[in-house]
């Protein structure tokens, strides 16, 4: 049986002598695994498609279970991403993020729509990436139902004093309530407001904010606490884009690295 679909590629892997196994999050099964047949191979009528962070229209071969990429028209090509190492890099932490919340065979249009939307932003170039990423961090929270309850102090009820995230929780509290040990993040009035909205706005909206800091932040540290606390587990991906980003930081430079250089051997910053 063949099914048309549009399909994000979140993952590659290479497969065989010439072949590719693709994650992909479709608008019709939710993300499954896609055998691209050839896809190495040179002149490959599937190759533009069958790579991470390409959107296409996609004819999948269903046998059993098992998907084939047969046909595929890329739809969206994020060309924002493609020069820009620390955008890519971020973009490739989005990928991994949808493929650890997004499950498997059951579609979830609101979770394609909304990376498809951050990975636009994120291309687009005109927003700063922190802020990006945090709104991401947390509103792919919400998406798969572990939205932290930011009403009041889990507490004592009141409006939180000196207000803190507890991890564990997803709640909010005053610092003086939380319980000595526990995992937490310290917000501020500005931050607290903003991971409000984040949760509360309409999908249109949600990155449709600014923030100075330090409330900038703050904001930042807890989104992506509260998401690596909650999954449980590390993310290679981020790993990878904060040692980017912070060479990127350190030279003043905007253009990538040379390729098979890492950003930190260049002849600015000689080694000692
Ligand atoms: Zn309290």
Redesign the pocket.
């Known amino acids: 049986m063949y099914i048309n679909t549009t399909g994000l590629v979140l993952r590659e892997a290479p497969y065989r002598e010439s072949s590719k196994i693709l994650t992909v999050l479709t608008s019709t099964h939710g993300k499954i695994t896609v055998a691209a047949r050839g896809a190495r191979r040179r002149g490959s009528r599937i190759a533009a498609a069958a790579q991470p962070l390409m959107l296409s229209e996609m004819t999948l071969f269903v046998h059993r279970d098992r998907y084939t990429l047969t046909e595929a028209q890329p739809v969206e090509l994020f060309p924002g991403l493609t020069h820009d190492l620390a955008r890519y890099s971020l973009g490739a932490y989005f990928a991994e993020l949808l493929e650890a919340v997004a499950d498997e065979d059951v579609p979830n249009p609101e979770l394609l729509s909304f990376g498809l939307n951050a990975l636009y932003l994120l291309s687009e170039g005109k927003r700063d990436m922190r802020l990006v990423k945090a709104v991401f961090e947390l509103r792919i929270m919400l998406i798969s139902g572990y939205a932290p309850s930011l009403a009041a102090?889990a507490?004592?009820g009141?409006p939180?004093?000196d207000p803190v995230l507890l991890l564990d929780e997803g709640a909010l509290?005053?610092l003086?309530?939380k319980k000595p040990g526990e995992a937490y993040e310290k917000l501020c009035e500005g931050s607290l407001e903003a991971m409000r909205f984040v949760l509360d706005a309409a999908p249109r909206r949600v990155f449709s904010f600014r923030l100075q800091e330090p409330a900038l932040r703050r904001f930042s540290a807890a989104c992506e606490a509260y998401a690596m606390h909650q999954l449980g587990r590390r993310f290679k991906t981020l790993e990878y884009y904060k040692s980017v980003s912070e060479g990127i930081a350190a030279d003043g430079a905007k253009t990538p690295p040379e390729k098979g250089k890492k950003p930190e051997d260049t002849d600015k910053n000689p080694a000692p």
């Open positions: 102090c507490r004592c009141e939180a004093n509290s005053c003086r309530c």
